[in-house]
């Protein structure tokens, strides 16, 4: 692992393992292990569809396992970072524990406003009790972007008006608000507790409008099966996490909004 | 001491020794659970025979448990569903051998050609009256618990 250039924001460090810049204007990808895994299985397959370079990582020696990934004979660390073209894309199968992830939100941000990216997109799934009979899966959109809220209309996707966000994407948006950047999170209804391919695919499709690039789900569909395989362990360690987060007051209703 | 005032004690007490027993059961599910949560996370999915461990959920109603099984790539064909007592056990092979390739040394070197789990439910369970359902490698198994007469 090459080290370009090492910075620390409290209790996690951010390495660059190469100089890179992204073109305008900058889109930033979160992806972290949430309702099926929607996030992170979607942007696993928009790098690769993308042939995103994995450009440095994020790392904590106080709030994730002592981690290393090894991919293709390289060392790299736990939270992996892509880019290419206008992309920035934040990856990790790991969770951070729950009061980490507003400092880790405050680290990402921080690093992807000033590496140039002008608007955060964040997809994930939206639990569902009764997805074991779906199979027209509704997505549902949260921007400040006028531009980005005509694509996701467009694209047959619905305003997420009223209720409880729970998880990592709750705490970036809360953090978000600080920063001045266009967001936006998409949410496809989705298992809870196991890999759901089918509502990462049904983000991406919309991912694909908004960036005007093409990211073909064909693919992700058809490997849908292999994927949920290899997706196991990640969800069975995110879910501890998920509960101790009270994932459960995402389908809790609202007594006044 | 007059009898009525010793029966309110005695009914006080009973109910302070039933709140403590209640509190102390409650107590030992809850390490129960976390010590069982612990040991889900220290075992492996798999196993080197070739047998993988789905992912499953429990819903809970007052009268029955609703689980759900994740077994992609399964042949729901050979999908086998057992029960005994608070237990349900799955079996299913899968379509095809399966190997996770690009995965150095342990599971990837591993073909994958079943799946297998034991459920334990809290309470027992009535199999005659279960129903099993399978959609797209998930299966849906609905069983009635067992009515428990005093």
Same mark, same amino acid.
């Given at each position: &692992? ?8 409290? @209790?996690?460090?951010? +390495? ?53 990934? +090894?991919?293709?004979? @390289? ?9 290419? @073209? ?37 997809? *994930? ?20 972007? *006028?531009?980005?809220? =005509?694509?996701?209309?467009? &694209? ?15 705490? &970036? ?17 989705? /298992? ?24 073909? +789900? =064909?693919?992700?569909?058809? %490997? ?20 101790? &987060? ?10 006044? $909004? | 001491?007059?009898?009525?005032? /010793?029966?309110? $004690?005695? =009914? ?15 107590? /030992? ?5 976390? +010590? ?10 798999? !196993? *080197? ?16 448990? $609703? ?46 050609? %079943?799946?297998?789990? !034991? ?32």
């Amino acid at each position: &692992m090459m080290v370009f250039r090492e910075e620390f924001f409290g @209790d996690f460090k951010i +390495v660059e393992y190469e100089a890179f810049r992204l073109k305008e204007p900058g889109y930033g990808l979160i992806a972290l292990p949430d309702t099926g895994l929607v996030g992170v299985i979607g942007a696993g397959h928009l790098v690769k569809s993308l042939q995103l370079k994995e450009v440095g990582g994020i790392d904590s020696y106080t709030y994730l396992p002592p981690i290393a990934v +090894v991919s293709k004979g @390289d060392v790299r660390l736990p939270i992996r970072v892509f880019a290419g @073209d206008n992309i920035l894309a934040i990856y990790s199968e790991f969770m951070p524990s729950a009061p980490a992830i507003p400092l880790l939100a405050r680290a990402v941000l921080d690093f992807m406003e000033r590496r140039g990216v002008r608007f955060l997109l964040m997809a *994930s799934g939206l639990p569902v009790q009764n997805r074991f009979e779906l199979s027209n899966l509704r997505t549902y959109y949260l921007t400040n972007s *006028s531009e980005a809220r =005509k694509v996701f209309e467009g &694209m047959g996707a619905l305003p997420f008006e009223n209720g409880y966000l729970v998880g990592p994407y709750a705490m &970036m948006l809360k953090e978000a608000l600080k920063y001045h950047v266009e967001m936006a999170l998409l949410l496809t209804e989705s /298992f809870l507790e196991f890999p759901d391919p089918e509502a990462s695919a049904r983000n991406l499709e919309i991912i694909s409008k908004l960036l005007g690039k093409e990211i073909d +789900v =064909k693919e992700l569909i058809e %490997q849908a099966e292999v994927i949920r395989i290899k997706a196991r362990d990640a969800m069975k360690a995110a879910i501890p996490n998920l509960t101790k &987060m009270r994932k459960d007051y995402e389908l809790s209703t609202p007594l006044n $909004i | 001491m007059p009898e009525e005032e /010793f029966r309110k $004690i005695l =009914k006080k007490w009973r109910e302070i020794a039933r709140g403590v027993d209640e509190y102390i059961e409650e107590e /030992f599910k809850k390490i129960e659970r976390e +010590v069982r949560e612990l040991k889900a996370m220290m075992e492996p999915s798999w !196993t *080197s025979n070739g047998t993988l461990k789905p992912l499953y959920s429990i819903r809970e109603t007052p009268d029955s448990y $609703i689980i759900y099984v994740d077994i992609p790539q399964a042949d729901e064909g050979s999908l086998n569903v057992g029960f005994q007592k608070n237990k349900v056990i799955i079996q299913a092979k899968l379509k095809k051998e399966v190997r996770l390739t690009g995965w150095t040394g342990r599971g990837g070197e591993t073909t994958f050609t %079943q799946y297998e789990e !034991t459920i334990t439910l809290p309470t027992p369970i009535n199999p005659e009256k279960a129903k099993v359902r399978a959609k797209k490698g998930i299966i849906e198994i609905r069983v009635p618990k067992k009515s428990i007469t005093p």
